[in-house]
């Protein structure tokens, strides 16, 4: 017994190391996604109906005291997936800042672009995940869990056109029949970073009848079999 609690000391301790080593804007990106998507009201503060906090009121909070609104502005403006939107409210000018998808939290309005059959569709429709989650996902389809979407992206982790809806550490692909599923009454929007969102059906899940293809990434590519 001795031993497995010294591995778990040593895992714990290894943990916390990491984090202390890992860049001070990744830490305060993944601090702000946390807040923005998930954790505002547990600290105190409410999200707008759009999304948004006062960023003075997030730089208040004990978590964030070490840091300024200059680096709050510099994660912003160097985030790859264009996560967050800062604006300065239009009543008062104070600036505000909120994540683009992602969330748990119920927002009203996060300026989702809808697609329909009207609109130019998007050539691929991707939902990027795990190869071990697929013998669940297979049986059950894709889930929202506790978030408000589903993410999906107009295509593979590295093409030109996806700047956020996939890890690049996915290695499986799940191609989706974006036709099939809008004419079935499903809805799906485009977010302001350019990523796919969908609630699912009623029950939160976007079920395996829709999957066109799926491709396993890593460690070579080649296509699993839907049955």
Known sequence: MDHLQDGARRQARGGRERRHDENPDVRLSKALSFLLRHGAD??????????????DEILGLPQFRAYTQGDVLRVVENSNKQRFTVRSHPADNRL???????????????????????????????HGTYLRFWPSIKSHGL?????????????????????S????????????????ALSDG??????????????????????????????????????????
């Open 186 to 227: 499903l809805k799906f929007y485009w977010s302001v970073n350019r990523a796919i969102l969908t609630p699912g059906d009623s029950k939160g899940f976007l079920h395996p009848r829709y999957f066109q293809r799926v491709l396993q990434l890593k460690p070579e590519c080649h296509l699993l079999p839907l049955e």
């Open 165 to 180: 809806g996939m890890r690049k550490s996915c290695d499986l692909a799940i191609f989706i029949d974006l036709p099939k």
């Open 42 to 55: 547990k600290l105190g503060l409410q999200l707008g109906s759009d999304g948004f906090l006062y960023m």
């Open 96 to 126: 505000q800042i909120r994540a683009n998808q992602g969330h748990s939290l119920q927002v009203e309005d996060l300026e989702l672009i809808p697609i329909t059959k009207e609109t130019t569709l998007p050539d691929s429709v991707v």
């Open 143 to 163: 889930s929202r869990m506790s978030r408000m979407h589903i993410h999906l992206a107009p295509g593979l982790p590295g093409a030109e056109d996806v700047i």
